[in-house]
Structure formats: C-alpha cells, structure tokens
C-alpha cells in the first residue's frame, strides 16, 4: 500500500494572498532580509485589479505617496504602467489635492509579478492556503496561540516564524448578479473555501462583507460623441518620490464622462425586486460610500442623473470600465438600463456588473501593529480587515509586513500615529472603530490633513522608512539634500527685505498686489494668494546665486510660507493629541476594577484593549466622561 507523504518547508515569514497587500506584506519582509514565502491562488491574481481601473483618487493617492515614502511598491509600479493621470481637488486647498492614475490592468500585474520574482529572499508559489499551524499556550485565564505555519489544499506544510493574512475577496466567496451565483473570487477566479473555518477553529470571529463591480463594455459599440472627453493633466506628478515627470511621461489615454437619466432609473425601480441587493439575497454588508446603481437610485430619488466615467482597461483592450453603475442586478436589466445611457445605447457588454461576498474579520482584534491580540505571530492586512480599495490594503500589508518583520528582528513594532500619515488614521480607525461595513478612506478622516499633505509623504515618513531598513542609502541621501534646499530657501527669503521703492511698487501693481507702506520680506509676499516664490525672482536679488531647485522643493517652499499659520495651529492641536496618546494603559487592566466606568464603556474597552488614553476616546461607546474616569484611575494607581 502506498505511503502519502507531503512537502514540509521552514520559512521565516508567510504571506497568504498575494493581492495588493500581500504584495506589499512579502516585499516589505523579503527587502528587510526574512526568507519569505507568498501564496497566491492563482498566478492571474497577483496585484490584480478586479474593480476600477485605478490607482489613487481622493485621498487614497496620499497612501500611495505615503507606501512610497516608506519603500513600498505601489507608487513605483502605477508610475511604470499608467495610462492617464491627474492630480484631483486642485481647485481646492492643498491638503486635499490628490494624485489618480488610470491604470492598464494587464501591465500593472505583470509588472509587479515580475518584481515579486526577481526579489531577494521571497518565494512566490501558486496554492491554496486551507490552515492555520498553532501551538496553545495556557495562561491565567485565557489561552495564547502561537503561529508555526500554515498547510495547503494539497496536505503540504510550510513551517514559519510569523503568517501574514492577506487573503482580500477570496474567503468563500460568491458573485451574484440578479439570481446567478457563482462560487467564486472576483474575475471568476477560484475561491478560497477551506482557511475561513481554520480561523474560525483558532477563535477568530468571522462575518462577512460585499462589495461589487460594473459591467465591462466593448469599446467598438460606444459612441464616444455622446460624451465629454477627460484628459490627463499636461504636467505629470510622479507617486513615487524616485521619479520625476521626465522619467515617466507618455502619451496619455483619454476617458469619457456620460450620465444616467430617468429612463434608466425608471428601468432600475421598475426591476427593484429582482435585486439581490434588495431581496435579501445578498447577506453581506456592502460599502457606504461606494454604492451600487441601484442603491443610489432608491436612496436619493430627487437626483435625476448620476456620473458615469468610460475608463480603459488598458492600451492592447477594448474593455471599458462603466464607474459608477457597480450593479448586481439580472443580466437583462443591466443591458436595458446601460443601453439608456448616452453614447451606450448600442453597447455591447463583455463582462456582467456582479456583487461579491466574502468573508473578513472584526479588525478590533488586531493591535496596531496588525497582529492578533491572542494569537502570537499571525497578522492581518487588506480587505480582510473589513478595509476596502487597493490603496488601502496595500497600506496595511506593508505595515503588517514590516512589523512581522521586526518581530523577528526582537524589535518594537512601527507604529503610525494619526498626525503622523492617513496610513496612521486608516489602521487606528480599523482597530479602534467597530466598522460594520467595508472601510473606505477619505480625507475628512483624518483631522491634521493640512500636515498629512500627498506633496510632503517624504519629508513626513521617509527617515522612519530608513530605520526601517526599506530606504537605500542613495535615496535618503537624496531625500536629505531636497529636505535641507527647503529648509534653506524659506530661512532664507524670510531674511531678504524688499523696500516700498517704484520697482517694487510697479511689480505689485502688474501682478494685482497691494502695494508696500514699509519693507517687507519675500516670504510675506509669498504669503499673498496672488504672488509665489517664482513670480519674485526679478525682486529677489540672490536667486541667481541659488541654482536649480527642483518643483517639488519650489512647491514646499510656497506650500509652508502661504499656509504657516494655519499649519503651525495644527501643531499645537497635534502637541495636545500626543499627550493623550502619551497616557499609556497597561495591557492587564481589568476595566472591572475601574469604579464609575459605564457598563458600555467597560465592555467596549475590554474588546479594544486601548493602548492609550488617545486611543481609548475614539472608541464608539466610549464618551469623554468614561476616558476621565479611566484617567483619574490611572492617575491614583501610578
């Protein structure tokens, strides 16, 4: 009789999904010299991009520019295989400015594939993931579990010293569209069917989730004079900080902006019923801020037409992504609903709009550093954590990548403060918030934005990329010179005075600008919303003396001396956040003990397990009357 025997090897680290966290997670541990090893289900879905074509958009392009800052992937592989980009909000203050790239789908997993496997230390295998190795450790009154690997569908072990889960839409997944079901991850991709219950045998709370897609359409049957041309910008800003315009720019692909009407909201409503979304079919939660057509018609009836954007897929297809009509509706239905719209009303559809469910966990059962609370070694990142977008799940899978990193390394955790980047707001929202629907980012999270700019990631967060060890020396070495030009330029026009003489005057007066009483430095003059740095040269009598300085340091000189005020009252209000977040809480209070606290404040804070006072108040449940209590006590037994 035959004899099974199976695979077993050691790695330090594992990663499990090798979506844009897991990308991110395996590069990040691989760089910093860990022998790593990701698991993807399928070669096709490495860094897949299943939903829209893109990478950034309101707020999330200050992630990426923030994963870049601190040697991430993401930034680097958009800028080699963009097809369009523009910088949003530029009508705006510069704390929501944001970077978006059209991407081609094709290029950007092939690109970062072949990243993956051309890194030192990481190997890259096609597999499903179907259980946790532990070991349980008794304790006082709980029981601790200790990663030691994971096993896949076909009985092999691959033994290791910390996993990380990355496992996005996969985990039992099915996609719907009206009565249709398929079991299956996005992209009719295979399923993740057997690791879900491995967790939730380890005593990980499992709920599930959905999102959805548009139809794709055939490029050849739109009618593109029906619609408005969107053009990238002419002056291209690179995400990563490695980059300038000259090294990345390209002829760009246009996308087109058309709008549904009241005949296709007639035809939605007149259909409602057979909705999945609506029937009661669909049993997970779908994101806010991101919803379906059919959703937005029935929540908001007095709109009579809704933006559509027609985006490319790529440069070598005819697919086009229809954003803004994410549907799960029957297959009839969305061929008459499209077929309303202008320039689509003999369009072809090439790929069904479907919802996905999936199954995540409660991210309140992470630390910050994205490790489980109880179970020693295993970390989370991604869709996952109930987070949604590509932007998002990358962010997390290169901080959990790093921090399983440094566990190896005895080292303390990275951890990322909200005053510090939006990577800090995302985390310190997942495992503080209880999230009952996917998680989105948005700049009005995050409440020192004018500080978490995307123009200054790198004077933020690049020395921390350094200690880390994911910043070369040739590049922080770059990084200081731009840093020390800034500094030295606004020190330096706060000193230069101009006088109230006829030239001065005569240029104010062309340029719509008050003119001078007294003399007045260049850096006020700067502060004017009608002048800037450049437009003094001709009254600054040292530029010449100065060289070249790069736009991206011209842009900081102007962004700092023109917002100094507003920028240094943030300031203050991030010194009073940092005390808070200074008033640590030990790990083994028992919130019992706690006279006074409200039983929804105990329960609440027994869950989240606060590091700190700061944390503590941004818990649902928690009110400032509970944190002064928690504060009173903490005071007395120190």
């Known amino acids: 009789?035959?004899?099974?025997?199976?695979?077993?090897?050691?790695?330090?680290?594992?990663?499990?999904?090798?979506?844009?966290?897991?990308?991110?997670?395996?590069?990040?541990?691989?760089?910093?010299?860990?022998?790593?090893?990701?698991?993807?289900?399928?070669?096709?879905?490495?860094?897949?991009?299943?939903?829209?074509?893109?990478?950034?958009?309101?707020?999330?392009?200050?992630?990426?520019?923030?994963?870049?800052?601190?040697?991430?992937?993401?930034?680097?592989?958009?800028?080699?295989?963009?097809?369009?980009?523009?910088?949003?909000?530029?009508?705006?203050?510069?704390?929501?400015?944001?970077?978006?790239?059209?991407?081609?789908?094709?290029?950007?997993?092939?690109?970062?594939?072949?990243?993956?496997?051309?890194?030192?230390?990481?190997?890259?295998?096609?597999?499903?993931?179907?259980?946790?190795?532990?070991?349980?450790?008794?304790?006082?009154?709980?029981?601790?579990?200790?990663?030691?690997?994971?096993?896949?569908?076909?009985?092999?072990?691959?033994?290791?010293?910390?996993?990380?889960?990355?496992?996005?839409?996969?985990?039992?997944?099915?996609?719907?569209?009206?009565?249709?079901?398929?079991?299956?991850?996005?992209?009719?991709?295979?399923?993740?069917?057997?690791?879900?219950?491995?967790?939730?045998?380890?005593?990980?709370?499992?709920?599930?989730?959905?999102?959805?897609?548009?139809?794709?359409?055939?490029?050849?049957?739109?009618?593109?004079?029906?619609?408005?041309?969107?053009?990238?910008?002419?002056?291209?800003?690179?995400?990563?900080?490695?980059?300038?315009?000259?090294?990345?720019?390209?002829?760009?692909?246009?996308?087109?902006?058309?709008?549904?009407?009241?005949?296709?909201?007639?035809?939605?409503?007149?259909?409602?019923?057979?909705?999945?979304?609506?029937?009661?079919?669909?049993?997970?939660?779908?994101?806010?801020?991101?919803?379906?057509?059919?959703?937005?018609?029935?929540?908001?009836p007095d709109k009579n037409r809704h933006q559509l954007f027609i985006e490319p897929e790529g440069e070598f297809t005819n697919e086009m992504y229809m954003g803004g009509m994410s549907s799960s509706l029957p297959e009839d239905v969305q061929y008459a609903m499209i077929r309303t719209v202008p320039g689509l009303e003999n369009v072809t559809i090439i790929r069904n709009a479907y919802a996905i469910e999936y199954d995540c966990i409660n991210a309140v059962n992470l630390d910050a550093s994205l490790e489980f609370k109880n179970f020693a070694g295993l970390f989370s990142a991604g869709q996952l954590n109930g987070s949604s977008g590509y932007e998002e799940a990358a962010a997390q899978g290169l901080m959990a990548g790093i921090n399983a990193a440094r566990k190896l390394q005895g080292k303390e955790p990275v951890v990322l403060d909200r005053s510090q980047a939006y990577i800090g707001v995302l985390i310190d929202d997942l495992v503080t918030k209880e999230t009952f629907e996917p998680y989105r980012m948005m700049t009005s999270r995050a409440e020192y934005r004018l500080l978490l700019r995307q123009d200054n990631a790198d004077l933020r967060l690049t020395d921390i990329g350094h200690e880390i060890g994911l910043i070369d020396e040739d590049r922080y070495k770059a990084f200081c010179t731009k840093r020390n030009q800034i500094n030295d330029e606004i020190a330096r026009v706060s000193e230069i005075m101009v006088g109230a003489n006829k030239k001065v005057q005569e240029f104010l007066e062309a340029h719509n600008s008050t003119p001078l009483k007294t003399a007045a430095s260049l850096a006020e003059l700067i502060r004017r919303p009608e002048l800037d740095y450049e437009k003094l040269v001709d009254l600054d009598p040292d530029r010449e003396l100065i060289g070249f300085l790069s736009p991206e340091v011209i842009e900081q000189i102007n962004i700092d001396i023109k917002y100094e005020g507003y920028i240094t009252r943030q300031k203050q209000q991030v010194e009073h956040f940092k005390k808070m977040e200074k008033k640590k809480i030990p790990a083994d209070i028992n919130y019992d003990d706690v006279s006074n606290l409200r039983k929804e404040a105990r329960q609440k804070l027994a869950q989240v397990r606060p590091a700190s006072l700061g944390q503590a108040s941004r818990i649902s449940g928690v009110s400032p009357a509970d944190v002064s209590v928690l504060m009173i006590y903490l005071t007395a037994k120190n």
């Open 1 to 300: 009789m035959a004899v099974n025997s199976y695979i077993q090897e050691e790695f330090d680290i594992v990663v499990v999904g090798a979506g844009h966290a897991g990308c991110e997670a395996a590069l990040a541990a691989a760089r910093l010299g860990f022998k790593t090893i990701l698991f993807t289900i399928s070669m096709d879905s490495v860094a897949l991009m299943p939903c829209n074509p893109n990478i950034g958009g309101s707020s999330k392009g200050h992630l990426v520019r923030e994963i870049d800052a601190l040697g991430g992937e993401m930034g680097k592989n958009i800028d080699k295989t963009y097809i369009q980009s523009k910088m949003l909000n530029v009508s705006k203050g510069p704390a929501v400015h944001s970077l978006r790239a059209q991407a081609d789908k094709v290029e950007y997993t092939k690109h970062m594939r072949l990243t993956l496997q051309n890194t030192e230390n990481l190997t890259l295998r096609q597999a499903e993931v179907t259980e946790l190795l532990y070991e349980e450790v008794s304790q006082e009154d709980s029981t601790k579990r200790i990663i030691r690997g994971v096993k896949t569908f076909s009985g092999a072990t691959y033994l290791a010293k910390a996993v990380v889960l990355c496992t996005g839409t996969y985990l039992k997944a099915r996609c719907i569209y009206g009565d249709v079901v398929n079991h299956t991850g996005p992209n009719g991709l295979q399923a993740a069917n057997g690791l879900s219950d491995s967790m939730s045998d380890a005593g990980i709370f499992i709920r599930r989730f959905k999102t959805g897609t548009p139809a794709r359409l055939d490029k050849k049957t739109i009618d593109f004079s029906k619609m408005e041309e969107q053009k990238g910008d002419e002056r291209i800003v690179p995400f990563s900080f490695t980059n300038t315009e000259e090294d990345i720019k390209r002829d760009q692909i246009s996308c087109w902006l058309t709008y549904t009407n009241e005949e296709t909201h007639k035809i939605i409503k007149d259909n409602i019923d057979r909705s999945p979304l609506f029937s009661g079919f669909i049993e997970g939660t779908g994101p806010r801020y991101c919803p379906s057509i059919e959703d937005k018609v029935m929540k908001f």
